[in-house]
């Protein structure tokens, strides 16, 4: 019933979503902001600086606009320097095959990732190929959740926002896509991404002839 598929890159494609953990982890505690998994929740989907201010208003002190630019840059060095390394061996169980069954069942495939690091990544993984059309945070003003990136990549895919399947594991992601008017298929717990219409627990679970 579906035309298009839109995945989310970061947690749904591969793990950088624990990349991202360990390299704003580093830099909450270097400016003594608090920081957990559960806080972390709420940081997944949403864009470098938008990340960095939720983290800054948890910090003892307050950062002139070029304190943060340093800080941002900072923490994408050190998120660089972890994805360097990666292979196509770094994709979750179950994406390739879920972008296999998606291409053989004739729908159109896009991206929609808030990250700039988002074509290092597709290309350290081998898969830029997969996908019709990657919209990343250059295309789009408002990240997610506002649901401009999701509606971007149906418009570059040809497709009705209704008639598109978006997949998310973040808080963020899952508001963008169902915003747009999409099905949400969330990967993860449910407790968490509550507004997705359906909750896989990983993308070994996904089945497109579920939805
Ligand atoms: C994705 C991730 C976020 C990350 C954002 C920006 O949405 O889920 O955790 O902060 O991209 O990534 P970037 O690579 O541009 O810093
Ligand atoms: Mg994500």
Redesign the pocket.
Known sequence: RFKAVIF????VITD??HY??L??KRLADSVEAPFDEAFNEQ??????M??LELILARAPRTYTPEDKRAL?DK??AH??ELIATMTPDDLLPGALRALEDVRAAGLKIGLA??????FT?LDRLGIRDRFDDVV??ATVVN??PDPEIFLTAAAHLGVDPQDCLGVE??V??VASIKDAGMFAVGVGSPEVLQRADRVIPSMAAFRLEDY
């Open positions: 989310d890159l970061d947690g950088t979503a991202h953990y390299a704003w940081l997944k989907g949403v864009d470098r938008g990340s941002a923490k994408n998120y660089q990732s808030v990250s700039r690091n988002a990544v990343d945070a990240g997610k594991d973040a963020a992601g």
